[in-house]
């Protein structure tokens, strides 16, 4: 929540529509962030991974767009004459990432099922997935195991725990802790979290239905 807050501040302050209407002369500015290094392959790769080498296709593929296609696109606009320049294009691998059935839609379905599990995801990936080039295939791969070819090399996960640390569950005496916090940026945010979330306070009955108290998420997709 508090790195939300950041993201949001930042976003206001250097907002160029809103400020310019504020002030049409102020001096805008831009803060540009762009890591394309934090690629990770460990001999056991784990949720926190695929969650970092998602995160770093999708910045391989804003720089594709950037660098090359919007580069042609210019050129043959213009008229301008340019050769053929070659690249890897990665959205093979972001579509079994991300697509309608890809690797979030079903670990987000497994998680909201009664008996959901890492195994019944695997499977599930692979059933669904079996005609994606960018899905890898091993004859000794465990049942909780699972491969992708990434942009940068490939990866064999282990998909132990995936559901339980997707679900993401915030306990309840840590939510109200929070909301205690002296720190107006802690507490606040997480009110208005838990607000956003719920809609409305809930009633006795409410809570007796949901249980616990905690807040949950996908936090694959966060």
């Known amino acids: 929540n508090t790195f939300d807050w950041l993201v949001m501040t930042i976003n206001v302050a250097t907002c160029a529509e809103e400020n310019y209407k ?3 002369n102020a001096n805008l500015s831009l803060i540009g962030l762009l890591d394309i290094f934090g690629f990770e392959s460990f001999a ?6 695929l969650c970092i080498n998602y995160a770093n296709e999708k910045l391989q593929q804003k720089f594709t767009i950037d660098i ?7 050129y043959e606009s213009e008229g301008i004459e340019l050769g053929e320049v070659a690249f890897s294009d990665n959205a093979e691998v972001l579509n079994l990432i ?12 497994e998680c909201v099922r009664p008996k959901g599990n890492d195994v019944a995801f695997v499977k599930k990936v692979y059933n669904m997935n079996d005609d994606s080039v960018s899905l890898l295939k091993g004859r ?4 909780w195991e699972f ?13 132990n725990n995936f559901v339980s640390k997707n679900m993401d569950n915030l306990p309840a005496d840590l939510t109200n ?3 205690k916090s002296t720190n107006t940026i802690v507490s606040c945010e997480i009110k ?11 009633t006795p009955v409410a809570r007796k239905r949901g249980g616990g108290g905690g807040r949950k998420k996908s936090s694959i997709n966060s």
């Open 68 to 74: 090359f296609r919007s580069v042609q696109e210019e």
């Open 147 to 159: 491969g992708l070819k990434h942009y940068a090399g490939d990866v064999i996960y282990d998909a």
């Open 192 to 202: 208005r979290n838990v607000t956003r979330t719920t809609g409305r306070p809930k």
């Open 140 to 143: 000794f791969f465990q049942d």
């Open 177 to 179: 802790c929070r909301k």
């Open 44 to 49: 056991v790769n784990r949720f926190e991974q």
């Open 22 to 24: 504020v002030n049409p």
């Open 98 to 109: 991300e697509g309608r059935m890809g690797l979030i839609s079903v670990l987000n379905e």
